[in-house]
């Protein structure tokens, strides 16, 4: 069984300064875990994924994500907001061998100017 | 290259109507999914299959159904529509081949509301 949990529904953050999203997983195999963006009315987009290889993974728009198997995290991060970071961001994990995809809850991610 | 397409994307139901979201991929990808997508809730798999002539349930099938007679199509399917069922529902795509996972395609969706 898979789980993710994404600690804060909503965070906001001023532009230009550092962008943390928590998440956090169960995993029964060794996790693929995923990340997706998706703006106001529109479908998911990939912003990085690990599967196993190197565990800081960097993504689109200068995203990235570091793997902690320690502390079954996979937080988001970037180090400097821009307003058109604005969108709900999901986490998500599958195994290998898995044939579906658990996602969190969210969170919405505000950019103050 | 159209990957994903999902069509409508919006439709009105009233109670009792039924319809089918359909959900076309053109990437030969074996493995597709319905997921729900409700305001905090994230995405829920509805259904889902691992190649053509095989579906199975995930989280939340109930009131949908599903075929998958081409490795193209993955319709769905609400027979009697219900209030609960208002949403915006997400076809996804998947490939995995020789034990690598190329990782999954979204389409963008269909807004479905029942009055």
């Known amino acids: 069984a898979q789980s993710v949990t994404q600690l804060g529904s909503h965070v906001s953050v001023s532009e230009g300064a550092l962008v943390l999203l928590r998440c956090n997983y169960s995993s029964s195999v060794p996790p693929y875990l995923f990340w997706y963006v998706q703006y106001p009315n529109q479908g998911l987009q990939l912003l990085l994924k690990?599967?196993?290889?190197?565990?800081l993974v960097k993504g689109i728009n200068g995203f990235e994500a570091e793997f902690k198997k320690s502390e079954t995290s996979f937080h988001l991060t970037k180090p400097s907001a821009h307003m058109s970071d604005a969108a709900e961001y999901f986490c998500?994990?599958?195994?290998?061998?898995?044939?579906?995809?658990?996602f969190g809850t969210g969170t919405r991610l505000t950019i103050i100017p | 290259n159209a990957g994903v397409t999902q069509t409508p994307k919006f439709r009105i139901l009233k109670i009792g109507q039924s319809m089918t979201l359909q959900c076309t991929q053109d990437?030969?990808?074996?493995?597709m999914y319905w997921y729900r997508q409700d305001p905090g809730m994230g995405l829920k798999l509805i259904y889902y299959s691992v190649g053509a002539g095989i579906t199975d349930k995930g989280e939340v099938p109930n009131g949908y159904n599903v075929s998958r007679s081409t490795t193209e199509d993955f319709p769905l399917r609400l027979e009697l529509a219900a209030p609960s069922q208002t949403s915006v529902y997400f076809c996804?795509?998947?490939?995995?081949?020789?034990?690598?996972?190329?990782?999954?395609?979204f389409g963008s969706g269909t807004r479905l509301t029942v009055v």
């Open positions: 690990y599967t196993s290889a190197a565990t």
């Open positions: 990437m030969n990808h074996n493995y």
């Open positions: 996804a795509s998947r490939q995995i081949i020789r034990g690598i996972d190329y990782g999954y395609t």
């Open positions: 998500a994990v599958t195994g290998f061998g898995n044939e579906k995809l658990t």
